[in-house]
């Protein structure tokens, strides 16, 4: 089994005609995902690939029955067509899109409180439940179907780890990128929750990286809730505070939101941290035996 | 994107919020001339980036217009180090002189989003003139919040609850209901990220005045504050992180001798933490973004490169969509463009890795080609330990 996505998943893309969104809508039908329509204002009626284009969303969501949109239109549009989305209807909504002003998420955030509409991102590469659906822009090719989850706020960590699993024939039952930034739809502990129900899943490994409090609010659920091991790294040890460290979200003000709060948090909590990520496989492959 | 105090007064004043008054001077005479225009005592304050400027010899209080010529006379071209400038200082441009004022209580107010909840918070502090992490840390209690809905917007309770909180009644509370709801408009308006008054003071003759401010703005929200965009002063920035931005290119420049160019931010984190693991240490955070073309790299490359203290450069890609033999063709020709002199240590991982390594190897570069993660890190020690410091 997988969570959020799968066989029967339906995507829409919006921004397929842009440049980003016409290559990874290719990959994403290359690796077998069912991208139904895409939207793009304005091009209703043209198709790419052979996929119907449409002005709207709810377009997509009546004619071809998506029940998922990936979101590629530049950041300035992207909050738009988030709500788009939401109010269309899809079950999930997952925002590429890079540079997403803060305060455009805290009315998303707000809106979306309430509806049955999950969002993943922005900023980040997308989910993909190996052999059954990719969405977003990781490489597919380095993933394989098992039984490990893995949730990350980072997009190369993440392949970085996957690489390690398949390395050692440790298959992915889902991976998801949460995203880089300050203001995110899903949390480390919504995923947390759906891979501890999900009876596919044996081993959970979190990607953690400095800023914010979300790892520790997750080593808080893991300890209440999660009875599956769970394994897990935190980005940004040598990280100088006061500097964003590429992703919006990965800074250390104010003396909080330091790698070492977090790890101790964890370490707490009873999830297995390792130091060294390039450790990752190997603890991944020790926790499973 | 931060901005001196002087220009975060300006938007304080434009948008009613008392400030002291007084004007920026680049030079000691001006600095007189501005004084002798206040009459009375006056603040010289040095205009850099970072806090603690009081503590470093910053901010000097001048009795007379020649006291504020002196005072200005060693802050102007004084290197100020600060617990934020780090140990090499900012050299300081200009001074903002200030009237002096006769000051009966301290407070502090600030704006912020919260991550956790997902909305602006507002605090305030009758423990003013404290950084707020340090009012935090010792005494949370005095720490008054309250969070804005953005279903709601700013309503007049989220003004009352903080002011009435602070025990401010007659006149000095009707001057914070409607110092707090400007600056909150003035973070909404503009994209801040932080505006904060540390501290908002208590005059003798009882007004509410910002004694110091403070704004920082959202990177991603400047294309449509063009008002806040000019304000950018690169001076205060490193030269090669500039350059770097420049080129889309996220770097930061640390005290290390260890170069790294990386992919993506988050395996350039965990680069730089695996180098320190090994016995290294990073010379920079550099993320070349997830595609690493070979125009990046060699951007990259060439700003890393400008850093003397690099002795040794680590490039860790992890090749996805875009395929390994591009990426390693792309650094070969980057690495040829720069003429690298140093050692360099790649290590390639991901789709098509084998033709990746072998273009690398048969460049005719002295790469040392690394299995994996681990190995690169270690590789980069062994070298680093060779070379005399």
């Known amino acids: 089994m997988s969570i959020l996505i799968d066989e029967n998943t339906r995507v829409v893309v919006q921004g397929i005609t842009g440049s980003e969104g016409s290559f990874h809508t290719k990959q994403m039908v290359a690796y077998g995902s069912k991208v139904v ?85 922005p900023n980040c590469p997308g989910l993909i439940s190996p052999g059954k659906c990719k969405i977003g822009i990781m490489p597919g090719t380095i993933h394989k179907e098992g039984k490990v ?30 995203g880089g930034d300050p203001l995110v739809g899903t949390s480390f502990i919504d995923l947390l929750a759906l891979f501890s129900d999900d009876p596919a899943t044996d081993l959970i ?59 101790a948090a964890w370490e707490q909590a009873g999830i297995t941290v390792v130091n060294n990520p390039a450790l990752l496989g190997e603890a991944a492959a020790s926790l499973l035996k | 994107m931060k901005i001196h105090e002087f220009q975060a007064k300006k938007i304080l004043k434009k948008y009613g919020v008392p400030i002291p008054r007084g004007a920026v001077a680049k030079t000691p005479a001006k600095a007189k001339k501005i004084a002798e225009e206040l009459g009375g005592k006056s603040v010289v304050k040095a205009q850099i ?50 009237e002096g004022l006769e000051v009966v209580k301290e407070l ?19 423990a003013g003139g404290m950084d707020i992490e340090e009012i935090a840390a010792t005494s949370p209690e005095k720490i008054l919040k309250v969070a804005v809905d953005p279903a709601t917007g700013f309503m007049g309770f989220h003004a009352r609850k903080l002011s009435f909180g602070l025990g401010l009644e007659k006149d000095l509370n009707k001057q914070a209901l ?63 992180e500039v350059e770097a931005s420049q080129h889309s290119l996220n770097y930061i420049k640390l005290d290390g001798n260890v170069g790294c160019m990386v992919n993506g931010a988050g395996l350039a984190m965990a ?65 040829k463009k720069v003429k690298l002199q140093l050692p360099l240590v790649v290590r390639l991982e991901g789709t098509n890795v084998e033709e990746g390594r072998a273009i690398l ?9 690394a299995m994996d993660f681990r190995d690169a890190a270690e590789k980069v020690a062994a070298i680093t330990k060779t070379i005399v410091p």
Not at chain 2, 291 to 297: D, L, R, T
Request: overall charge negative; proline content about 4%; charged content about 20%.
């Open chain 2, 49 to 98: 980036h970072a806090g603690g400027r009081g503590k470093g010899g910053g901010v000097k209080v001048a009795g007379t217009p020649d006291e504020a010529y002196r005072a200005a006379q060693q802050i102007i071209g004084m290197n100020l180090i600060t617990h934020q400038t780090g140990p090499e200082g900012q050299k300081v441009k200009q001074v903002l002189v200030e």
């Open chain 1, 37 to 121: 329509a895409g939207v793009t204002p304005g091009k209703g009626g043209q198709n790419v690939d052979g996929i119907p284009v449409f002005n709207r969303v709810e377009d997509a969501v009546v004619h071809e029955g998506a029940n998922a949109s990936c979101i590629f239109v530049p950041a300035p549009f992207a909050a738009d067509a988030i709500v788009e989305a939401v109010d269309a209807g899809v079950d999930l909504v997952v925002c590429i899109t890079e540079g997403v002003p803060v305060l455009e998420m805290v009315k998303v955030r707000s809106y979306l409180t309430g509806k049955k509409t999950r969002l993943i991102g």
């Open chain 2, 271 to 335: 680069t730089m933490d695996i180098i320190k693991l090994a016995g290294g240490s990073p010379a920079n955070f550099l993320d070349v973004g997830g595609g690493a073309s070979a125009e990046q790299v060699e951007n990259a490359l060439r700003i890393l490169l400008a850093d003397e203290n690099v002795k040794v450069v680590l490039i860790n890609i992890f090749g996805g969509i875009l395929r390994c033999d591009r990426v390693a063709t792309g650094m070969v020709e980057a690495a």
């Open chain 2, 108 to 126: 502090y107010l600030g704006i912020v989003v919260d991550r956790a909840l997902a909305m602006p918070v507002i605090m305030v502090s009758e």
């Open chain 2, 178 to 240: 409607s110092l707090i709801a400007q600056l909150f408009n003035i973070f909404m308006e503009k994209d801040a990220t932080l505006v904060e008054i540390n501290p908002l003071v208590i005059t003798g003759n009882n007004r509410l005045i910002a004694l110091d401010a403070k704004m920082t703005f959202d990177d991603d929200a400047l294309f449509r504050h063009p008002d806040i965009k000019k304000l950018y002063d690169a001076d205060e920035l490193d030269r090669l």
């Open chain 1, 205 to 263: 490994i979190i990607i953690g990286e400095i800023g914010g409090t979300a790892e520790e609010e997750a080593g808080a659920f893991v300890n209440e809730q999660v009875k599956k091991p769970v394994l897990g790294f935190i980005a940004g040890q040598t990280a100088p505070p006061g500097r964003r460290m590429g992703h919006a979200g990965a800074i250390i003000s104010g003396g909080k939101g330091t790698a070492q709060e977090k790890i």
């Open chain 1, 149 to 178: 989850g893995v949730i990350s706020r980072s997009g190369t960590l993440t392949y970085e780890v996957v690489w390690q699993l398949t390395q050692r024939d440790i298959g992915q039952s889902s991976c998801i990128g949460i």
């Open chain 2, 361 to 369: 190897r048969e460049s005719g570069l002295t790469f040392e080609v």
